[in-house]
């Protein structure tokens, strides 16, 4: 139980339900956890309160050296390559379902339960990872590095309802943080400046800003500061060009210590067809058969897109349309239908 509205109403279904449960409040971060951005104590707070209204027991677990050895020194070592990882991904594979699943069944525990929007079916073959019924809350993205014994011990009763209604459902049993702003940080750090935090940890590297034909556009801090597709916070304008069309970041050379950025949104090198994936994980335990197309997304805030996929010493992605800032770094996730298939980490 996070303190937000999701993990609240999925232990408020569970009670209703019948079941014997017990909310477990996690803190995974400390380095500054009295600061304006990163308070644990409120959301432990707001836990604490709608444990009582529902009427179950409740216990705080530290699992911070966990989170930083497993989930943040890769967090770090990837920006630094000058990759954009995606922190959401490894915390649930390593954290929720690794240190709090291990911590649970410690306890006693049949299963664990948050409140991602996803489900889980279990089939002849083993157990599903499928998406949520509400498309727009849907995290199954998130979750596509579980393997077939997490899920197996994992319940997500929202699976099948739609925001509205849990906020709803909140509401109706006087849960106290049922108008509660959903979290939209870093996992388990929270919002914050992210390139003044990410400052304290990697060192800056000015370098220079180039258009893809060699013109000089601007200074940038240092690549790892930079994503591709970003817009804001480059410092250039259109103003200084021909054209007055935004501009994007389009790539990185490391060696050369060089971001080129180009303007318009459908710039030719922001839009690719292909790409290679590593580290792939299939949920099943086994490759699918690869024969028939497919659909993966290449961010989660992305719709479906057909593709066909191809394993070698890498796994490789050929889209039928041009998928926008595909990210190295970031995580591909392939779909069969409302099925979760797997992903893999984008190079």
């Known amino acids: 139980m996070s303190g937000g509205v999701d993990s609240a109403v999925t232990a408020l279904l569970l009670k209703q339900q019948g079941y014997e449960v017990t909310g477990l409040f996690m803190k995974n971060w400390e380095d500054d956890d009295n600061s304006e951005f990163c308070s644990s104590r409120q959301d432990l707070i707001d836990a604490v309160s709608v444990a009582d209204t529902i009427g179950i027991p409740i216990e705080a677990v530290n699992f911070s050296k966990e989170y930083k050895d497993r989930v943040f020194s890769y967090f770090l070592r990837e920006y630094e390559a000058g990759r954009t990882p995606n922190p959401d991904i490894l915390c649930n594979a390593e954290i929720k379902f690794k240190a709090f699943l291990d911590h649970a069944m410690r306890l006693g525990a049949d299963c664990i339960a948050t409140g991602h929007y996803a489900q889980v ?12 019924k509400d498309a727009s809350k849907d995290q199954s993205y998130f979750l596509h590095r579980l393997n077939q014994h997490q899920l197996s011990k994992a319940m997500f009763p929202l699976g099948q309802i739609l925001k509205s209604q849990v906020r709803d459902i909140a509401r109706e049993h006087g849960l106290s943080n049922h108008a509660k702003k959903d979290s939209t940080g870093i996992c388990f750090i929270g919002e914050r400046p992210f390139r003044e935090f990410l400052n304290r940890y990697l060192p800056t590297k000015p370098g220079d800003m180039l258009t893809p034909e060699g013109k000089v556009v601007g200074k940038h801090m240092g690549l790892s500061f930079y994503t591709l597709g970003q817009r804001q916070g480059l410092g250039i304008g259109g103003a200084r060009d021909t054209s007055s069309e935004p501009w994007f970041v389009a790539s990185k050379h490391m060696e050369r210590n060089q971001l080129i950025v180009v303007q318009g949104h459908d710039h030719p090198l922001l839009l690719n067809t292909q ?53 190295p770094g970031q995580s591909v996730v392939a779909y069969d239908g409302e099925v979760c298939l797997g992903g893999g980490i984008i190079t």
């Not at 024969?291 to 066909?308: E, F, G």
């Open 275 to 327: 790409l290679d994936a590593m580290e792939m994980h299939w949920i099943s335990g086994d490759t699918p058969e690869l024969s028939r197309p497919y659909a993966a997304k290449t961010r989660y805030r992305q719709q479906d897109a057909v593709c066909h996929i191809q394993v070698g010493s890498r796994t490789h992605f050929t889209f039928d349309t041009a998928q926008w800032a595909v990210t």
């Open 121 to 132: 079916r279990e089939s002849d073959d083993g157990f599903q990872l499928l998406k949520a």
